[in-house]
């Protein structure tokens, strides 16, 4: 099976082919989306019917290791029965959209600010992969940014001066500065993960920003210069043109690197509209390619 790709945005994300991605199975296949993977950084998949248990399935092909230590499980068990399945959705186990004053809806509210998945975790998410269940009949659009071409447009003598420094990232400090608040139980649980401000891709070499609102500090930089470098480089990032925003359709499959990328949701009146959403994410371990035919 050959797949082509389409690109939406005038330096990353694509759309591909028609395929059904449960009937994907020769490693040649898988290969090719990893290619596409390392060439567009986000890949858009229509008019798919995974299950969880398919969804789970080929992320673990596609890429090896999956995420199970994810925020949301320290405040409660995931309504898919697999923390390796993360409730990306605005309804509650009993299938009721949550309360305005519910924790679980204020905690996925927060996937408003610009952020990369698990990057408060040691080792940190690779690939996501997003499945629209239920959409809400108003725009509910995900924004995601090209961190490749925020490294690549930044100045030369800038890039050079990021090289080598390191960033702590947690998952209690972007929640905090919009108020939620975690027992310190739940704090024992999350505390965070420091990772290259500057992350190279071991396949290509390109080189991206990895960062987002999850990072609290630039471990050689003293607080308020590293802080303010951090929000420099975040807006830098965001500006309009190197971003793409990505309108779902029932049955889109999406999946980004979050080494290249940063994603938010956009607001929508999530008290009144059913939006239901599935996630797998996976770890940056090993090398993909090399896992799988280890397999
Ligand atoms: C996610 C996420 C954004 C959205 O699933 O990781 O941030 O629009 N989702 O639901
Ligand atoms: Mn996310």
Known sequence: MRLEFRKLHPTFVAEASRVDLRKVEDEGAFEGIR???????VLVFRDQALSGEEQLAFAIRLDGELHRKT???VLQKSRFGDEALTDVSNVGADGKILDADARQRSYTLANRLWHTDASFQDPRGRYSMLA???VPPVPADTQFADMRAAHDSLPETMRAGLEGLRVHHSIAYSRQTLGFEFSAAESDCLKGAVHPLVLVNPRTKHRSLYLA???SRIVERPIPE??????DLIEHAARPERVYRHSWRVGDVVIWDNRATMHRACPFDDTIYRREMRRV?????????????AA
Not at 288 to 293: G, T, V, Y
Request: proline share 3%; glycine share 8%; hydrophobic share 45%.
């Open 71 to 73: 925020g949301i499980s």
């Open 132 to 134: 629209a269940l239920v």
């Open 226 to 231: 590293g802080r303010l470098l951090l929000r």
């Open 281 to 293: 994410t996976t770890l940056d371990v090993g090398d993909p390619s090399r896992m799988a035919q």
């Open 213 to 215: 609102s999850h990072a």
């Open 35 to 41: 290619e596409a993977m390392d060439r567009f950084a």
